[in-house]
């Protein structure tokens, strides 16, 4: 019997696949050993459920060697930034531990990807497990309302592990521009997190920030960072006050005055407020390379310059991609969707793998592309989350859907949870703590979505493609709103970053999904030939075991 295991990491996961062959014929499950490759330590991974129906798992979960692993793909949470780690997997079979394979070699865990590219992600899944153990009391309206206030605070131990290293990313980023005595250029669609505002204030007469149109803008912001000596303008394409159309930017340029020359960029999908942080899934892209930089540089300047105005010296421009080695960048609005033609293009190519988490695409015409790449069953891996939420004409919610996408097949979570939803009441199984609900949710004044805007293309392949930035990919979004879409071809160490976050938030809601839709729990328990060669779960293996 051999087991070949393969590992794939960014900062904050680490992905473990494994393929057995041939299977022994009693085996129960698989334990995870990690080796930390500096103090040679080894632990044991603790599985999440309990070793067989209706145990309990305690907070921490049960040893792997307890409760063996029923699967052959797994995401290690407990890694971290600069960590050397190796893997090794065992066998666990009726007698006891079976055989193991090689520990694999050793791997660092960075957000550095190579060529001036770094990615952070946060961990807002707020309808979670992790979060009801860090509620400590039973979920409800009253208690989410709690929860959401001490999120604010920067001491609240939800608010670090939620927020994740995409907080650590943007207070780094200002701190050490600051520390160099550079200027900063912001544009920010929503700010209200404190934290991140009193980061700004350092910078006095060096900070330029434009203010957008977002609904959740701190009121009195300007005066505030205008009292600390910052320059602050505002944009606003409805001219009446309204989140939409939207100066929908979330980015902030260093630059080197004296040089004049920027000289990096943090761009992506985290708007500067706690539900950002805290309560939604987003990502940060750090790009190091000064051509990118300066052209969000020049953008800035020339959204300040627009007023509230979409003129059609800036349509132009915005048409016009700029390409710094792997690296390119676009602007919206387009009047001929010139924003989007270059991802269409890479999706419609993709040989191997699609990975893809959207927030309100609408009619996207790169969705429409990505969900006829995922018909049938012989095409490209695909594995994909969609969160829409349609408001009306007051801005009150009245339908949040998610859509869980995988190749040749599509569910949806029913209108008794919210995507991401929590474990059902009516199905949770035995061993899970109760989740927050839709109905809980609402009234509390948050949404638990999934906010990152992010397609990757065949990240095995030395052709692999990422893009990501603010722009939702929909049509209105590229017509109408200042948008960013970043576009990194060639570099598979992010490729393959994007790719294990995006896997590891597929496997949390289609379990969600496959509960609300009336699945059993305990199919868990059950027979492990789906991921043996020919299973349902095969597909898994043959893309990430290579």
Known sequence: MAIQVTVQANDDDALIAWRVDPWPPTCTGFSIEKRNVTTGDVTVLNNRIPAKAGGEV????????LSPIRRCLWTDHSVDDTNEVQ??????????????SDWTKP???????????SAYFNRGTLMSQVVSRFLGEKPTIATLKKFKTELADPGFPARRYLSGQARHAVLSFLADADRRGNEIYAALYEVNDQELIEALKPFGARGHVLLGNGGAMKQELAQELEGSGLSVSSRDLSHRGASSPSVHNKFVVERDPKARRSLRVLTGSTNWT?????????NVLLVERPNIAERFYAQWQALRAAGDDMPDTLLATNAKWTKDG????????????????????????????LFFLMFTPGQSPLLESLLKRSEGAK???????????RSSAKGDIEEHNGRVIRQGHESSVRDSTLVPAGVPADNAPGWALEEFTRKMF??????????????????????????????????????KNDENVVIVRGNKALALAYAVHI???????SWRAFLSQGGNPDDLFKSLDEWKPGGKRDRDVTFWVR
């Not at 706690?274 to 987003?282: D, E, G, R």
């Not at 896997?503 to 809601?509: A, E, R």
């Open 58 to 65: 305690p907070a921490g979960g049960i040893s792997s060697n």
């Open 87 to 100: 893997y090794r997997v065992t066998a666990i079979t009726a007698a006891g531990p079976g055989p193991s």
């Open 107 to 117: 791997l660092t865990i960075t957000a550095s990807d190579g060529d001036g590219l």
């Open 274 to 282: 706690v539900t950002a942080l805290c309560t939604q899934l987003n």
């Open 326 to 353: 792997v690296a390119s960048v676009g602007f919206s609005a387009t009047a001929n969707a010139e924003d989007l033609a270059p991802a269409l293009e890479l999706v419609a190519g993709a040989q191997d793998g």
């Open 379 to 389: 095409g490209p891996y695909v594995r994909g989350v969609v969160s829409e939420v």
């Open 442 to 479: 609402l009234p509390a004044g948050l949404m638990a979505i999934v906010h990152s805007k992010v397609i990757v293309v065949d990240p095995f392949s030395d052709n692999c493609a990422v893009i990501t930035g603010s722009h939702n990919f929909s049509e209105s979004a590229s017509q």
């Open 503 to 509: 896997q590891g938030v597929y496997n949390h809601y």
